[in-house]
């Protein structure tokens, strides 16, 4: 038997205001719950991103950010980041840097997205239940890419955002 995820249900600021289950929050209710994203840079100028896995229930078989992950009831963004980074990718030592939070509303939810990034050159190992494939792709691929239903409409939007404010440390000649 499963047991029931929560998550709290915050405002745009960020304040816990209550909480809901995983299956409430994706229903289509559009309940505001705070998510994680980690985006993985090489010293290359090369970003991770990772192939979500076909059992998903948001998204499946799409590119997505290196690392994305909601935060659990009662737990605090930097460690659900620590931890959601441990689950999907097996790193532990990596120092992020924040970028933005902002609100995302996609056709089944409500997020208020917690984006960072780090420069990492070290071992990456995929969960192979959450992500079926995981590569290093050069802002040229991505560029190309984009708007052709190869990636989600969350990391297409973040990543233009993020590239057009200046905010993640690439390489736009890769």
Partial sequence: MQKTEYFPL????????????RSECHSGSFLLHPVVHLH??????????QKRAANKDIQPGKWDTSVGGHVDFGEEIEIALKREVFEELGMSEFSPVFMKRYKFV???EAELVHSFYTIYNGEITPDPIEISEGKFWSIAEIELNLGKNVFTPNFESEFSALVSEKLLPINKKS
């Fill in 10 to 21: 915050v405002d745009e600021s960020g304040k816990v205001i209550g909480k809901a289950s």
């Fill in 40 to 49: 993985v840079i090489n010293s290359n100028g090369e970003l991770y991103l």
């Fill in 106 to 108: 996609s056709s089944q």
